[in-house]
């Protein structure tokens, strides 16, 4: 039988992990999501009522929160190099 190397080892353990992480997140990523998808719907329901295009609004919101998940990790990061850990501060 082959002998497993360190990358296999690790991944093995990273994938333990990970999915361990998950599991004890999932739920709480879960609440989130409902309340971002019940907002998001409510703009669609909107944008449709104005007459814009699904096609369009689709492509809209996809670039618009790609942009807004990088401005907020980029804001937590910059508050952790900033030596301020957890809670929610507003930038300037």
Known sequence: MAKTTYTQRRRCVDQNEMLRSWQSFEWLLKEEVEKLDH??????????????????????????????????????????????????????
């Not at 369009?56 to 937590?76: G, P, S, T």
């Open 39 to 92: 907002l998001m719907f409510r703009m669609y329901q909107e944008a449709r009522t104005l007459g814009v295009s699904k096609e369009y609004y689709q492509q809209f919101v996809n670039e618009h929160m790609c942009e807004l998940i990088d401005k907020v990790a980029e804001e937590r990061e910059f508050r952790e190099r900033q030596g301020v850990k957890g809670g929610k501060h507003k930038s300037a």
